[in-house]
Each structure stands twice: as C-alpha cells, then as structure tokens.
C-alpha cells in the first residue's frame, strides 16, 4: 500500500541511437584538382516526436555544404535519431529535454557519421565543433518569447 502512495520516481533513458539516414553528393571529380580552401555552411536542426505515452523519437539533422574556390564541393547530411524514455517528468521540463538534453546526446554520434562519409569520399577530414544546445534551446525560447510579445 505505501509503494503504491509513494511518489512515481522521474524516468529519463535513452534506449536506442541509430542513424536515420546519411548522405554525401559529391559535386563532381573537378573539385579534387583543385587545392582544398573550404568554406563550409553547416546547418543544425532538431526534430521531437512522441511515439507512445512515454518514448520520443529525436531526430538531429547536421548538413554540411562545402564549397572549395567559389564552386560546390560536397553536401553531406546525417540524420542521428534516438529514442528516449521521459517518463513523469514535469510537463514544463519536457522541452528542455527534448530540444537541448537528447540534442546533446545525439551530437557526438553525428559528428561522428559526418567525418566518416566525408573522408569515405575522398576529403580531409571534417571535425565538427562542439555545439551548446542549451544556449540554442535557450535562444530559441527567447526568440518565441519575444515574437508572442510583439504579436
């Protein structure tokens, strides 16, 4: 009887990562005669689904556009999903979690997958910074925030 009454103990897991999807274009083989001078444009973005009452699918997408000497060099994209268990957490902490705590997670895997596919094709290494998804999660709250006041 006491169990029953006792508090339910918040729940927070991530119980698979795998990738979603990858892919590397590569623009065409002229892009290996040249010197390799990159300019990159790397975009970051976040997805959260729930999938039942307790497990969210997260889904980090990293994309990579380089360009070597003004011309398209190599677009290379990740898609690194997990599945995590939220499971009575505070419905007001929930976002946190979905939109910087499991980006967080997930990051270190896509960096991985990019650096691979892009050496697989041929390029010097690429070794992404790391990423604060709090400040990014906090930044985008804000930006709701201010956008509601100004409606």
């Known amino acids: 009887m006491a169990e029953q009454q006792a508090q339910a103990q918040p729940q927070l897991a991530l119980e698979r990562i795998y990738v979603k999807d990858m892919s590397l274009e590569v623009a ?26 307790d497990h969210y699918q997260v889904i980090l997408t990293v994309t990579v556009n380089a360009q070597n000497a003004g011309a398209a ?3 290379a994209e990740v898609h690194q999903a997990g599945i995590f268990l939220i499971k009575d957490i505070p419905e007001d902490q929930v976002g946190q979690i979905l939109g910087a705590y ?10 991985e ?34 956008g509601e006041g100004n409606a």
């Not at 040249?34 to 959260?48: C, S």
């Not at 050496?119 to 990014?136: E, H, I, K, M, Y």
Request: aromatic share 10%.
């Open 28 to 53: 065409g083989a002229e892009v290996f005669t040249k010197e390799w001078q990159p300019e990159l444009d790397i975009n970051l973005a976040t997805t959260a689904e729930p999938l039942d009452e």
């Open 73 to 75: 060099a190599f677009i």
């Open 102 to 111: 499991c980006p967080n997670i997930l990051f270190p895997y896509a960096r």
């Open 113 to 146: 997958v990019i650096s691979d596919i892009v050496t697989r094709g041929s390029f010097p290494q690429l070794l992404l910074a790391p990423v604060n998804f709090d400040q990014a999660y906090a930044q985008s709250q804000q930006q709701v925030t201010d």
